[in-house]
Every structure is written in C-alpha cells, then in structure tokens.
C-alpha cells in the first residue's frame, strides 16, 4: 500500500491551499479515509474523515472552513483548505482509516 500527499507548502493567513492524497495498493473505494496532523510539539490529531459512501466529519476547528472529498476514480482523497490560520500550520498526513497506513506527510504553514 502506498499513499502520496501533495499540495503543502507556505501560505499566508487566510488564504487557501488544497492537498491531495493518491493511494495505490488498495480497494480504495471501500475504505474509509482520514487526513491528519501533527504540528511540532503536539499529538497527532484527526482533522478530517470520510467513508465509503461519501459520509464526512470533521474537528470543530476546521468546521466550515475545511472540506474533504474523494474521487474513487482517481483512488484520490482531498483536503480543501480555506481561510487559514496559523494555527493550522502542521505536517498533514492521510490514512486510510482503520489500518496502519499513512503517507508520508505534507508540510502546511500558514504565516501571520
């Protein structure tokens, strides 16, 4: 199993960025998928989840700003990043839920 995040790198506050997840090795289409991350210092922390069918979840603190999706087609899951914050500065990583597999890893940092 392999995955592959892109779409990380520096962005003032308020802007946007999109990461991007392609996995390989798997049925993705039958697993759920989750984005997280981990800034320096803390744990990791699940920012966003989707299932199989398209269900989505997300932390109280990316709610309404944050946006996950997948393409099934593509074996791609995706996290939409809008109005950032400095404190969503972290290595973002995904996972395909309920294993051990992880990517390995997208810097995002947000200046102020």
């Known amino acids: 199993v392999q995955l592959v995040e892109s779409g990380g790198g520096l962005v003032q506050a308020g802007g946007s960025l999109r990461l991007s997840c392609a996995a390989s090795?798997?049925?993705?289409?039958?697993?759920?998928m989750g984005w997280y991350r981990q800034a320096p210092g803390k744990q990791r922390e699940l920012v966003a989840a989707?299932?199989?069918?398209?269900?989505?979840n997300y932390r109280d603190s990316v709610k309404g700003r944050f946006t996950i999706s997948r393409d099934n087609g593509k074996n791609t899951v995706y996290l939409q990043m809008n109005s950032l914050k400095p404190e969503d500065t972290a290595v973002y990583y995904c996972?395909?839920?309920?294993?051990?597999?992880w990517g390995q890893g997208t810097q995002v940092t947000v200046s102020s």
């Open positions: 996972n395909v839920q309920s294993t051990d597999f």
């Open positions: 090795g798997i049925i993705f289409s039958i697993f759920a």
């Open positions: 989707i299932t199989s069918g398209g269900t989505t």
